[in-house]
């Protein structure tokens, strides 16, 4: 199992750029069955208009990208002898090729991910950013095939990322999680209504974490020594302002998952935004109780409200965690809202609270710089060994040149978080410096 702290704790828009907006600052449920877009350059733009008629829609509307990324972190733990260390440096990123459609039909891609070491102290491994043991690697991530269906139905098979609450990229690191398996997605929209609805469902065998090149069982990234795969499914909502949505995940005598989340966006008077989410999880073991050996329960509640009048927004949340036993992200980031930099929140009876703010700096003459600080308090009496009270300060700074520089995102990080227990104390200081670039070759 899992322990909370980890390196899940991430935040669940950190593989997203900033946003003053509120209804911009989409839920982990509102982002699902959609791939992350924050724009790119393109090289060959005219690339088709010079192809032959002859040449098949197959290879004629076929793209190719490249998602260039070098990314640094250090995070240094004290409290505790001797002081925890993990840094690296790495470089490396992603190159994906999908065709155009076969009968107008049938398409497929595949996706080439790697991570290479520029500086990786051997001593100062698991930064998520190379293998464990600070080594580079490169593997073949994505190769699908996708058969499209009529009424908007597509079948996908093969490795893949998805993009649902508990099962996702995680990409906030060098390279994202992918998995194995296939799944029926589809969507309706009634623009006249302003409605339109996803959803998916299907079996997943495998997953590729973020700092491996090899797949495993779904079960095994789990925690279980045992090979099992997830069946997921779920769907998601939008009516205008509103939304709500519900996944599933189940995993044969492992774990299995409820979330639910709803969400509400309102022109609060003119020129200011105000959003409201409410989100719930219930997790529990099945079967043969294998991920733990005895049977466990718990669930986590959170509510988050941010108004934004730009430039400038500001987001209060608040969650609570069932006393049974500590919340598990085996498969994705945390998708509450009170996820910080270094610490997640989500250990058996925790409650934690969320106090942020995010400022463009364009009016400034800083256009295409956003900053964000944020303060979590958390505290529980359910921990092993006793009352445990822990807190974090966290500032990004987002820097997004698209005039000039369309692709190019820069982010830095700082985070810093305490944890007392009884006569305990550590403290964890985190930094991370992540250039990425997105250029569509053609």
Known sequence: MLAPGSLLAQGINQSEPLTVHPRQSLTTIERSFALPTWGEATLFDRRRETLPETVPAFFRDSTLKADLRTYYRDKVTTGMQPAAVTEAWAAGGSLSWESGKLFERLHGGVTLYTSLPLYAPEAYGNTGLLLPNQSGFAVVGELYGKVDLPLDHTVTAGRYTWSTPYVGRQDNRMVPNTFYGYMLTGSQEDKGRDLSVRYGGGYLATIKQRDSDTFMSMAQAAGAPVDRGTVAGGAVLTWGPASIGAFEYYTQDILNILYAEGSYGAEAWPAVEAMLSIQAADQRATGANL?????????????????????????????????????????????????????????????????GGTVNLRHVGLPGVTVQLQFFDGWTTAAPGGPLVE???????????????????????????QTWQGSSYTRSNEARAILNYRVRVF
């Open 391 to 417: 807190s974090e300060w966290d500032v990004t700074v987002d820097w997004r040149p698209q005039v000039m520089l369309p692709g190019l995102w820069f982010r830095f990080d700082y985070g810093v978080a």
């Open 291 to 355: 991920l733990t050996g005895s049977y466990f329960s718990t669930g986590q509640l959170g509510v988050r409200l941010q108004i934004g009048a730009d430039p400038v927004m500001v987001t209060a949340a608040f969650s609570q965690v069932g006393g049974g036993a500590a919340m598990q992200n085996p498969w994705s980031n945390n998708p509450f809202y009170t996820d910080g930099l270094v610490l997640d929140y989500q250990r058996a009876g925790e409650g934690a609270l969320l106090l």
